[in-house]
């Protein structure tokens, strides 16, 4: 058996990701399992999903905690709780990062795992002109990764799984051209022979671990201002003080308490708290406040 673990944040797609890994694999012939687990449903929130691909019934459920491979899509996560993205590694065969800078990973956070990394963000930048979203790029990196999944399956799951949550044909046709960049981008990664991995783990592991994985950094009740939801972040909203009337609707509306007024009356974004759900720009009703995507938000 061949089990992947993705971590991402919410907005990410590392749900859909799995779905995709594995709806590509079933279409290649296999066994599969794929589910993910949610800590806070918010966006930017930390979220896995698993999956995992057997030639014989998977009787294994629960969260994987010996993954074969581990996809990341997004390194501010190794930050907030590096020993749950790391978990297992040792079982793993790689660890694949979604990463702009790869020589800022490679070695350092993971030195003891063979580590790769591409720029899905810039890829779905250039092809769908928004860094969120990442579910073609992340499930075609993990598909080519374990090399159990052709290109033309890994294209027909990506259409299938997209289009049953309601995403527009054009842009899963888009999407379709980020996966199939990915794909050919890649190289595979040497994994035990799947039926050698089948007879090494046949029996079934039903523990379930509670929410910890989805969410590492959501323990206590109360911790609002000690958890730097900052690193959630996946685009960074900016006030053009040209623009804003001081009307005072961002600083009511932010979720997050993330707005405070200066002595002006102009709002102050709290960077460490604001993470990124947009809703000020949304009810900004002057068009005074900006998206700009982040790199690391810390
Ligand atoms: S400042 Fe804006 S983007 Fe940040 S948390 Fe508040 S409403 Fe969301
Ligand atoms: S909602 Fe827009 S105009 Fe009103 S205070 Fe916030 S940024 Fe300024």
Redesign the pocket.
């Known amino acids: 058996m061949i089990r992947v673990r993705f971590h991402g944040r919410g907005g990410h797609g590392v749900k859909t990701a799995a779905r995709i890994l594995g709806t590509a694999a079933f279409l290649a012939g296999r066994h599969v399992q794929d589910s993910p687990i949610y800590g806070a449903e918010r966006r930017g929130a930390p979220v896995a999903a698993f999956a995992r691909i057997s030639d014989e019934p998977i009787l294994e459920r629960g969260v994987i905690d010996r993954p074969d491979l581990i996809v990341v899509a997004d390194e501010t996560l190794f930050r907030d709780d590096p020993a749950t993205v790391l978990a297992g590694q040792q079982y793993a065969a790689g660890i694949f990062v979604n990463c702009s800078d790869p020589q800022r990973f490679r070695g350092q956070i993971a030195p003891t795992i063979r580590s790769i990394a591409f720029d899905i963000t810039a890829a779905n930048l250039a092809k769908l002109g928004r860094p969120s979203a990442l579910s073609a790029g992340l499930g075609a990196a993990a598909a080519r990764l374990i090399s159990l999944v052709g290109e033309d399956q890994l294209v027909q799951a990506t259409r299938e799984e997209l289009a049953e949550i309601g995403v527009a044909e054009e842009t899963i046709e888009r999407n379709v051209e980020v996966a199939r960049e990915v794909f050919a981008s890649l190289p595979p990664l040497d994994f035990p022979r799947l039926e050698e991995s089948v007879s090494r783990e046949r029996n079934a592991n039903v523990v379930y671990d509670g929410p910890v994985r989805g969410a590492p950094s959501i323990r206590h009740a109360g911790n609002a201002a000690l958890r730097r939801t900052g690193a959630w ?1 996946l685009e960074r ?1 900016t006030v053009d003080r040209e623009i804003c009337t001081r009307c005072g609707l ?1 600083f009511v ?4 308490g ?2 405070a007024l200066d002595g002006e009356g102009y709002p102050i ?1 709290d960077y460490d ?9 949304h009810v900004c009703p002057m068009a005074a ?1 900006q998206a700009q995507t982040e790199v690391a938000a810390w």
């Open positions: 972040r909203p961002c509306q932010c979720p997050d993330a707005i974004i708290h604001c993470k990124g759900c947009l809703i000020c720009q406040i």
